[in-house]
Nanobody, 126 residues
Framework: VQLVESGGGSVQPGGSLRLSCAAS????????IGWFRQAPGKEHEGVSW??????STNYAESVKGRFTISRDKNTVHLRMNSLKPEDTAVYYC??????????????????????WGQGTQVSVSS
C-alpha cells in the first residue's frame, strides 16, 4: 500500500500548481482521500478531502475558491490556483477507508487517516 505525491515546486504569488497523489497496492474506491499541509513550526492543516464513493468534496476556508480536488481512477489531484506565500508548506495526501468515517460529520483530522504519502514541497514567493 503506497501513496506517492508529485507536482510540488516553487512559484510566484498568483501562480498555479497541480499536485497528484497516486495510489498503488489498493484501489481508492470507498476511500476518503485528504490533502494536508504542514508549514515550518506548525501542525498539519487539513486542506481538502474527497469521497471516492460519493464524490463529495470539502475545502478549508483559506483555500476555498482557489483549490480544486478531483479524482481520476487511482490518482487524486489538487489543482492550486492564485497561490499565496501563506500556501507555502509540505503537502501530504492521506487515505482511509470510508467505513465508519465521514469527515463532514466527524471532522477532518490527520489522526483519522491510515495511509500517508511522503509529502511534496510547495513554495510560493516572489
Amino acid at each position: 500500500v503506497q501513496l506517492v505525491e508529485s507536482g510540488g515546486g516553487s512559484v510566484q504569488p498568483g501562480g498555479s500548481l497541480r499536485l497528484s497523489c497516486a495510489a498503488s497496492g489498493f484501489t481508492l474506491d470507498y476511500y476518503i482521500i485528504g490533502w494536508f499541509r504542514q508549514a515550518p513550526g506548525k501542525e498539519h492543516e487539513g486542506v481538502s478531502w474527497i469521497s471516492s464513493s460519493s464524490g463529495s468534496t470539502n475545502y478549508a476556508e483559506s483555500v476555498k475558491g482557489r483549490f480544486t480536488i478531483s479524482r481520476d481512477k487511482n490518482t487524486v489531484h489538487l489543482r492550486m490556483n492564485s497561490l499565496k506565500p501563506e500556501d507555502t508548506a509540505v503537502y501530504y495526501c492521506a487515505a482511509r477507508h470510508e467505513l465508519g468515517y465521514d469527515p463532514a460529520r466527524d471532522g477532518f483530522s490527520p489522526y483519522e487517516f491510515d495511509y500517508w504519502g511522503q509529502g511534496t514541497q510547495v513554495s510560493v514567493s516572489s
